[in-house]
């Protein structure tokens, strides 16, 4: 079975950092460009970022750009996204989702997400 | 950036029912580059259609997708209990990647 399973969410205080990460299984993940895409609670869906299959294509949300930073490591099949100067509009879980046709358009394979809080 | 508006917010419907879903953009989606997904409380989004008529494997023939340029329509025929839930749409003909707001269906 495919899977995308995120981690490394929690509280933090506005103005702090959180790593979050993302294991694929049951494909070849080195195959494939990831994003983010967040969901405040009780809202919509916000994409945040993402990275090429190869790691050497970037691209950011401007909400975020500045403050977050994605890597890859194809070796061991995860996936990180460095989020720093957190505020509370990040508050959101976080989705690490897998793009269908390599031209970064749209997203066959969700994650169950991971909950961001940034409060003091 | 593309802004989606979906209509309406809210849709009380009955299982049986037939319906359609409208999303709109603010300028024109090239090539149809249109998505829909569904999201069940609880659980993770799930794509059922890409290119704006192309159904994703495994989705029932009952959802269909239709529309071009800036209209764009999900209908559901024979509503099925377990089809109430948020429907998003989300175009990928521009960047950043941008959803509409959502529009739920409920009983």
């Known amino acids: 079975q495919v899977h995308l399973v995120e981690s490394g969410g929690g509280v933090v205080q506005p103005g702090g950092s959180l790593r979050l990460s993302c294991a694929a299984s049951?494909?070849?993940?080195?195959?494939?460009?990831i994003h983010w895409v967040r969901q405040a609670p009780g809202k919509g869906l916000e994409w945040v970022a993402l990275i090429s299959y190869d790691g050497t294509i970037e691209y950011f949300a401007d909400s975020v750009k500045g403050r977050f930073t994605i890597s890859r490591d194809n070796s061991k099949n995860t996936l990180s996204l460095q989020m720093s100067s957190l505020r509370s509009e990040d508050t959101a879980l976080y989705y690490c989702?897998?793009?269908?046709?390599?031209?970064?358009?749209?997203?066959?394979?969700w994650g169950q997400g991971t909950l961001v809080t940034v409060s003091s | 950036e593309t802004v989606m508006t979906q209509f309406p917010a809210t849709l009380s419907v009955s299982a049986g029912e037939s319906i359609s879903l409208s999303c709109r953009a603010s300028?024109?989606?090239?090539?149809?580059?249109l998505a829909w997904y569904q999201q069940k409380p609880g659980q993770a989004p799930r794509l059922l259609i890409y290119?704006?008529?192309t159904r994703a494997t495994g989705v029932p023939a009952r959802f269909s997708g239709s529309g071009s340029g800036t209209e764009f329509t999900l209908t559901i025929t024979s509503l099925q209990s377990e089809d109430f839930a948020v429907y998003y749409c989300q175009q990928y003909s521009d960047w950043p990647r941008t959803f509409g707001q959502g529009t739920k269906l409920e009983i």
């Open positions: 290119d704006a008529s």
């Open positions: 049951g494909f070849t993940f080195s195959n494939y460009a």
């Open positions: 300028q024109s989606v090239t090539d149809n580059y």
């Open positions: 989702v897998r793009d269908m046709t390599g031209s970064y358009d749209y997203f066959d394979l």
